[in-house]
């Protein structure tokens, strides 16, 4: 997966689409059932030492402020 975007909730929404081999509009239940998608945004921006882990659709989900997005510990990029 290619980085175009820099909002970090959109890139979850992608990793875990492709880690799941869903569409991502057929993500069920949505992103923010599980997080505020604009605070998830918020935090990570610009903090490089901020780290959030959440559940979402039976995965775990890391998100580090370097960008980084990891489900079930395989990062995607």
Do not use: K, W
């Not at 820099?6 to 991502?24: F, K, L, Q, Y």
């Amino acid at each position: 997966m290619t980085r175009e975007c820099n909002r970090t909730s959109v890139r979850v929404v992608e990793a875990i689409a492709d880690a799941t081999n869903t569409d991502v509009l057929d993500l069920q239940p949505p992103l923010y059932d599980a997080i505020d998608p604009s605070a998830l945004d918020q935090l990570v921006t610009g903090a490089e030492s901020v780290s959030v882990q959440f559940d979402y659709q039976g995965h775990t989900i890391t998100v580090r402020g370097d960008g980084t997005v990891a489900v079930d510990g395989r990062v995607y990029d």
